[in-house]
C-alpha cells in the first residue's frame, strides 16, 4: 500500500476500521481501578497489549508519581519516546488533560513531539465540572497543531461542537495530514446523549470528507459501538471512557474492550487496521 495515495485512504476508510484505545484518562482513580495503566511501565505494557488485540492508536494522558493526572512536558516527551519504542501505534497525545488544567498546560502539550492530538472543539459540561473550550483557545490551539505537523483528532462532545468544527477549517484551512478526522464523544453527563439516532445526527452533520469515530462513556459503550459500526464510522475504547466490560462485571484490561471491538469490525467485514495502515490513513509521516 503507498502512503499519500487518496484513492487507497478512502478505500481504507471503508474496509477497515481504525481502532483507539483511550487507556488512562484524567478521571478514575488507580485505587478503584487497578487494571488502569498509571505508570510508564503499566502504559508500554497496556500499549503492546492493544496493539496485539487490533489498535492502531492510543490516546494518551499521563500520571505523576503519586497516580494523579499531569501535563508536565518532560514526562509526556519521555512517554512518547517510549511508546515509539516499543509499539508502532500512533501516539495521540491528550490535549484536554483533566477539567482543572490551564489553557497554557494544554498548548504545551503540542511541545512534546506527539503524531496526532485531541482537539474538543467546544464547552461542555462534564458531570459536576465542566470541561472549559472558548473560541480563542480552539483557535490557537488548532494554530498550533499547522505549525507543528501533528495530526489533531477533533472531539466533538455535543453537535454545537461540530458547528465549531466548520468554523475552524473555514477560518484556518486543513489539518496537518490532510485529513479531517473526528471522534464522537457520547454520553458524558452533559454531552450529546449515546444512542444511535444522535450518532446519525451528528454524522450527517460533519464536513463533506470528513471521517470519524465514535465513543459511549459509561454505560452508552455498546450501543455507540454497534451504532459506529453500522453506519461506517471507527471505533474508541478503553478505561478512559468506560471502566465496565459489562453490566456489574469491571474491564480486566484495555486489550479487554480492544478484543472485543476488533471482533465486531471482523464480523463487520471491516477489520481492525494496522498501525501502518492507520498512519497513512491520518496523513502522519507521509
Ligand atoms: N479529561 C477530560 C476533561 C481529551 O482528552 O482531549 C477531557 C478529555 C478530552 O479527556
Ligand atoms: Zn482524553
Redesign the pocket.
Known amino acids: 500500500m503507498e502512503a499519500g495515495d487518496p484513492g487507497v485512504k478512502a478505500r481504507m476508510g471503508k474496509d477497515a476500521t481504525l481502532i483507539t484505545v483511550a487507556s488512562t ?3 478514575a482513580d488507580k485505587a478503584a481501578t487497578p487494571a488502569l495503566p498509571v505508570t510508564l511501565d503499566e502504559l508500554v505494557a497496556t500499549a503492546k497489549e492493544c496493539q496485539a488485540a487490533g489498535a492502531a492508536v492510543i ?1 494518551v ?1 499521563i500520571r505523576d508519581g503519586r497516580g494523579r493526572p499531569t501535563l508536565e512536558v518532560a514526562r509526556l516527551t519521555d512517554t512518547v519516546a517510549a511508546l515509539r519504542e516499543t509499539t508502532d501505534l500512533v501516539v495521540q497525545l ?6 482543572t488544567d490551564s489553557f497554557g498546560d494544554r498548548l504545551a502539550v503540542l511541545e512534546a513531539g506527539p503524531d496526532a492530538c ?3 472543539c467546544g464547552t461542555v459540561n ?1 458531570g459536576d465540572e465542566v ?1 472549559a473550550n472558548p473560541w480563542p483557545f480552539i483557535r490557537q490551539l488548532y494554530a498550533r497543531t499547522r505549525e507543528l505537523g501533528v495530526v489533531p483528532e477533533f ?1 466533538l462532545f455535543d453537535l454545537g461542537h461540530i458547528a465549531t468544527l466548520h468554523r475552524l477549517l473555514d477560518e484556518l484551512g486543513a489539518p496537518a495530514g490532510g485529513r479531517v478526522h473526528c471522534d464522537l ?1 457520547m454520553g458524558v453527563p452533559g454531552g450529546m446523549p449515546g444512542d444511535a439516532a444522535t450518532l446519525v445526527q451528528a454524522a450527517a452533520a460533519l464536513p463533506a470528507d470528513a471521517t470519524w469515530s465514535a465513543t459511549g462513556i459509561g454505560r452508552t459503550s455498546l450501543p455507540v459501538m454497534l451504532a459506529a459500526m453500522a453506519a461506517g464510522g471507527h471505533l474508541r475504547v478503553g478505561l ?1 471512557d468506560t471502566l465496565s466490560y459489562a453490566r456489574g462485571r469491571p474491564a480486566r484490561a484495555n486489550a479487554e474492550l480492544v478484543e472485543r471491538a476488533a471482533q465486531l469490525a471482523q464480523l463487520a467485514q471491516r477489520p481492525p487496521m494496522t498501525a501502518a495502515e492507520a498512519r497513512s490513513f491520518l496523513g502522519i509521516g507521509g
Do not use: D, N
Not at 94 to 99: F, I, K
Open positions: 484518562g484524567a478521571e490516546h494522558h491528550s490535549t484536554g488533560g483533566a477539567v485531541s482537539l474538543t462534564f470541561f472531539e464523544v478512559e
